[in-house]
């Protein structure tokens, strides 16, 4: 059972498969000829891969950039990192993880069906993130049995479907249509950078309007502008780092500079095969959902990863990822001031939640609204994990926990219910609140849009 269990889950968690299973649904319940089926799946599944596979350039290089930001500035704390911490949490949550998330996705579409959080959420890594946070928040609550799997199950798939909500009506703007839908569990930090850009960002210029002189007209290339930024950020800590530091842990005897100006343009690489592959998802996922929301679900949207923002402002992406870092430093700094646990700024949430941070925050605020709210995001994440910290029970003690915005306000609240609560009375609210979605669908008098 346990081998079983696993197989499915590495099959759920893997983005690629997930949506090539969602796109073969909709395209056999749409009857397309067998040529178009195999060719839409493939395509989907293919442009999945290119996107993981820029994730994992972009990845590579940003590991010595945050290696070398805690040596240069010697720092010591808690580096948040979902990977890290489910991984360290599988051995004794794994079981409830796999039943978790195996059923919650099936809530997930349950949810999409009956009431008006229409969105079907296909980032399988986030929801097994998710869903392994809610099992250990609940086993330490004393949940067990069929009433862990239940509760869990649901809980994941009401999550699932209300991020995406809140959300839509930026992912409007942001992409000019109604057909795709943002699956990120950074959400909460993305809404409040969209917010802080609706506030502060009146008659600022969108960050992708550069008015430069002729001869720095190729800065408006995007993988120029991002490689040339870099450059000089990996260069700097480079330098402060010292030759020695970088030449042992990371170069293997390149030149610590060189090092350093290749990393920054393999960073820029990454972003650059990310941007072709969200294309390609695009291009195949949205036209095969349709089926798979007019026959199972009506009027369903897919909610796809964060990099599905990016080519829509790639200058944002920069821009927010610097100021979502900036942000996390001053947080450290406040932190320090305080003498509380110490959350040290991790690049990789930094980069793909700050990036789209920044997207966000340029769709309703310009250049001000990505630097500000890119920046709020950054202290977001900073103080989150402090307040997660004491209702992860032993895993709390770990030298890593879940980074997103989300884990931390899903997890803060459903913690202290359980510290306030016996588990049956949390079973009862969570039952009580889809029982309330269900009805408000079904008896509302006039149907609310996905603004509303």
């Known amino acids: 059972m346990d081998s079983i269990l696993f197989f499915l889950l590495d099959i759920l968690k893997v983005p690629s498969i997930l949506v090539g299973l969602i ?4 395209l056999l319940l749409q009857k397309k000829s067998l040529p178009d089926t195999i060719k839409g799946t493939v395509k989907t599944i293919l442009g999945f891969l290119v996107l993981s596979g820029g994730a994992t350039v972009l990845l590579s290089s940003l590991t010595p950039l945050g290696g070398m930001f805690e040596h240069a500035f010697n720092v010591q704390g808690i580096i948040p990192n979902n990977e890290a911490v489910v991984s360290m949490a599988m051995e004794k949550f794994g079981t409830a993880t796999a039943l978790i998330m195996a059923f919650g996705m099936v809530a997930n579409i349950i949810v999409a069906r009956f009431t008006r959080l229409k969105f079907v959420f296909l980032t399988g890594h986030h ?18 049995g069929v009433q862990l799997v239940f509760t869990g199950a649901l809980t994941l798939g009401l999550i699932m479907g209300f991020f995406p909500t809140i959300a839509h009506r930026y992912m409007k703007k942001i992409t000019g249509s109604d057909d795709v839908a943002l699956g990120h569990f950074g959400t909460i930090a993305y809404v409040l950078s969209g917010a802080i850009g609706q506030l502060v960002g009146k008659g600022s210029k969108s960050t992708e309007e550069m008015n430069l002189p002729k001869n720095l007209s190729f800065l408006r290339d995007s993988s120029i502008s991002i490689s040339l930024t870099m450059m000089v950020i ?3 800590l480079a330098l402060a780092s010292g030759n020695e530091y970088v030449s042992q842990n990371y170069s293997n005897g390149q030149h610590y500079v060189v090092y ?5 343009i393999t960073f820029a690489a990454g972003v650059f095969v990310i941007l072709q592959g969200v294309r390609l998802v695009l291009a195949e996922i949205v036209p095969a959902f349709t089926g798979f929301s007019e026959k199972l679900v009506p009027d369903a949207k897919p909610a796809l990863d964060c990099p599905i923002v990016f080519p829509y402002a790639p200058n944002a992406v920069l821009i927010g990822f610097l100021a979502s870092f900036a942000g996390g430093v001053v947080g450290l700094a406040v932190l320090g001031q305080l003498n509380w646990v110490l959350i040290l700024p991790g690049v990789v949430p930094h980069f793909f939640c700050g990036a789209t941070a920044g997207v966000f925050g340029n769709a309703t605020g310009g250049r001000r609204g990505a630097i500000i709210g890119a920046f709020a995001h950054g202290i977001l994440i900073t103080f989150l994990p402090v307040f997660l910290l004491p209702v992860l029970g032993s895993l709390g003690f ?18 202290y219910m359980a510290q306030v609560f016996n588990k049956d009375i949390i079973t009862a609210i969570i039952v009580g609140l889809f029982a309330l979605l269900v009805a408000y669908n079904y008896l509302a008098k006039k149907p609310v849009n996905n603004a509303e």
Do not use: K, P
Not at 128 to 144: N, P, S, T
């Open 23 to 26: 796109a073969l649904t909709g």
């Open 127 to 144: 929801t097994f993130f998710m869903a392994c946070m809610v099992a250990v928040i609940l086993v330490v609550a004393g949940f067990e």
């Open 234 to 236: 990996y260069v700097f």
């Open 260 to 264: 350093a100006i290749i990393q920054a």
């Open 398 to 415: 770990a030298n890593t926990t879940f980074s997103d915005a989300d884990f931390g306000g899903v997890g803060i609240v459903l913690g």
